[in-house]
């Protein structure tokens, strides 16, 4: 097992590595589109997951996800030996591609808030408006005079 933050820097030169590779060295239009985001690496430094994300070629153009991953998987040995060459450690690990989707819970977490403000500024009106049911005062009062009380 290795020092957590030696894993931890490792993953950071992996994640610069790769993306300098992919937007840069590496040649495949399928790749165009892809963003690193960020890289975990097991604690004893053999295995290395790389986050991606994808955009569209334009902002109303749905992401290509398939070809994103075929690409990364055919480009899995290049990039492999360049986080070699790169990172100077004796093994030098594997990298596994996973699509993030951290962007899209928080695209459906923002969209989930913008209802609930929404909802709590009807409700917000509503109250502004509102009067009350009964008695302006409805809570029992020593000296008697405001509200009622079950107790006479």
Do not use: C, N, W
């Amino acid at each position: 097992m290795v020092d957590a933050a030696r894993a931890q820097r490792l993953a950071k030169r992996i994640t610069t590595i790769v993306a300098s590779a992919i937007s840069g060295e590496i040649k495949d239009p399928r790749l165009a589109h892809v963003t690193i985001t960020d890289t975990r690496v097991t604690g004893d430094l053999h295995d290395a997951t790389v986050y991606y994300t994808v955009m569209g070629s334009t902002i109303d153009a749905e992401p290509d996800y398939a070809e994103a991953a075929a690409g990364l998987a055919a480009a899995t040995g290049v990039l492999r030996s360049k986080v070699g060459a790169g990172t100077g450690v004796r093994f030098t690990p594997t990298l596994r591609f996973e699509l993030d989707t951290v962007p899209d819970a928080t695209r459906a977490m923002d969209e989930l808030l913008a209802k609930a403000r929404a909802q709590d500024e009807l409700v917000a009106r509503a109250a502004r408006d509102a009067e009350p049911a009964g008695d302006d005062d409805p809570y029992y009062h020593e000296d008697g005079e405001a509200g009622q009380d079950a107790r006479g």
